[in-house]
């Protein structure tokens, strides 16, 4: 499978964005799809997964402010943004998994190549 993100862009604290990885070669529900992203100078850090199309989950700093949905008709998976915060400023990035749920970066084996988030303040 063949990830392309896009979406990302620069706007202020409390603006919402909404970040589309778009899936070819293969259905994205056939993988675990996880989102990540990496800020400057830190670690690649798990931000939420849509497993099989159907299951979801998010670390703690983005619930109730990210949701993940998803367009089968148009093999798509969103990450949709809101109440952006400074600290949200990172390059994104989705990512596919064979395996049924990880939160490793590791146990990705496909990556997008990336859409950079700035929230200024």
């Known amino acids: 499978v063949q990830l392309q993100a896009s979406g990302g862009g620069l706007v202020q604290a409390g603006d919402s964005l909404k970040l589309s990885c778009a899936a070819s070669?293969?259905?994205?529900?056939?993988?675990?799809i996880g989102w990540f992203r990496q800020a400057p100078g830190k670690e690649r850090e798990f931000v939420g997964i849509?497993?099989?199309?159907?299951?979801?989950a998010y670390i703690n700093s983005v619930k109730g402010r990210f949701t993940i949905s998803s367009d089968v008709a148009k093999n798509t998976v969103y990450l949709q943004m809101n109440s952006l915060k400074p600290e949200d400023t990172a390059v994104y990035y989705c990512?596919?998994?064979?395996?049924?749920?990880?939160?490793?970066?590791?146990?990705?084996?496909?990556w997008g190549q990336g859409t950079l988030v700035t929230v200024s303040s």
């Open positions: 990512a596919a998994a064979s395996t049924a749920w990880t939160t490793r970066a590791e146990e990705y084996e496909f």
């Open positions: 070669g293969r259905t994205f529900r056939e993988y675990a």
């Open positions: 849509i497993s099989r199309g159907e299951i979801l």
